[in-house]
């Protein structure tokens, strides 16, 4: 029987096969491209929105930190020095938590000779997105805050002070926040009248630049009457290298220079220095003033103690006895004036 063998098959027949399945160009279709590569690139050199979204990829890649406020600039200082804690006369403070979110707090203030003492009533409300606390005294001042989430980013902002004295001036202000992965922006308007115009208006934005570092800047305008108007500029630098350790340097205007720098010591003690420098060549001023603090954690009672050019010494001590008791101590003495300050506190919460 006969043998049958497929023969190869000649070039022209591979030709033939060639031609056959050829892929028409995208003109022969009659279908023209959506997006001109030259037009595309001219529009992104001349768009500010294409290098906007391209700062924000490179800053989402780095995975920066939030740096905070710009109010809470040295926050650790604020922290460690004793000014904030201070007591002068008498002062009893007793809180009752009548709810997870609701609690009140009495104040009993005995005054220094010449200042009157005092008693104030507080509520304090307090849920995940809602911060509202209030309180008044027997002169009936009434000073009140409240602040609500929008969103994680974005919080509003309340403060009011009605004073009943004619001598003291009230205040409202209105305060808005958004809190970035690594920017926090704030706008803050105080006694802001829409009528003619006038009050105070506050707009700063802190950005952390690296790990480390961030930078901010802050621009107040006054306007306290139609036809007086005033601004100025502050520009803040925070760098944190380590976990203990911070400095801080902000400017105000071109006349004031305040630096300052926080270590933590220890796992129980911290310390930091505040400088503050003010230099007006109108008015012949040029003055300096460092302040020394440190604070100090025992195991039931906390020491702080700070000191400044000035010859005026402070120490607070606050003992734990209970939970939820502690006793204050204070004292400030000014050689250079020849003053001296004491006061005494008891906090107690149920």
């Known amino acids: 029987m006969a043998s049958y063998a497929p023969q ?4 022209e027949t591979h ?14 279709l009659g279908i023209s491209p959506k997006v001109n590569l030259e037009e595309e690139l001219h529009f992104k050199f001349w768009n500010p929105v ?25 926050k650790e200082i604020k922290m460690t020095m004793a000014t904030n804690f201070m007591v002068e006369g008498g002062q009893a403070d007793l809180a009752k938590i009548l709810s997870p979110n609701f609690q009140t707090m009495h104040t009993f203030k005995l005054g220094l000779p010449g200042q009157p003492s005092l008693f104030e009533f507080a509520g304090v409300y307090a849920d995940e997105d809602t911060l509202m606390h209030a309180k008044m005294d027997t002169e009936f001042n009434l000073q009140g ?11 509003l902002k309340g403060q009011a002070q009605l004073m009943a004295s004619s001598d003291s001036q009230s205040m409202v202000q209105l305060e808005s926040e958004y809190t970035g992965s690594d920017y926090t922006a704030n706008l803050k308007a105080i006694n802001a009248s829409p009528v003619d115009s006038t009050g105070i208006f506050i707009a700063s934005y802190l950005q952390s630049i690296t790990h480390k570092l961030g930078v901010g800047a802050e621009f107040v305008y006054q306007r306290p009457m139609p036809k007086v108007q005033e601004s100025t500029l502050s520009l803040a630098l925070r760098y944190q290298p380590t976990e203990d350790r911070v400095f ?13 720098y926080w270590r933590k010591v220890s796992p129980k003690c911290e310390a930091g220095a505040e400088l503050q420098v003010l230099n007006v060549p109108s008015q012949g001023r040029r003055e300096a003033s460092c302040t020394v ?7 039931a009672s906390t020491v702080r103690a700070m000191a400044d050019n000035f010859g005026k010494v402070s120490m607070l001590l606050e003992e734990k006895i209970a939970p939820g008791f502690s006793f204050l101590i204070s004292g400030e003495l000014d050689h250079l004036k020849g003053e001296n300050k004491f006061g005494i506190g008891l906090n107690l919460e149920s």
């Open 8 to 11: 190869p098959a000649s070039a």
């Open 15 to 28: 030709g033939a096969a060639a031609t056959s399945v050829a892929v028409p160009s995208i003109s022969e």
């Open 50 to 74: 294409h290098y906007f979204r391209a700062l924000n990829q490179h800053r989402m890649r780095l995975g920066l930190p939030n740096p905070g406020q710009f109010d809470m600039l040295n």
């Open 145 to 155: 805050r409240a602040n609500y989430a929008l969103s994680k980013q974005l919080q």
């Open 248 to 260: 801080t340097v902000q400017t105000q205007s071109t006349n004031v220079l305040s630096a300052s």
């Open 293 to 299: 603090g440190v604070k100090y954690d025992f195991a």
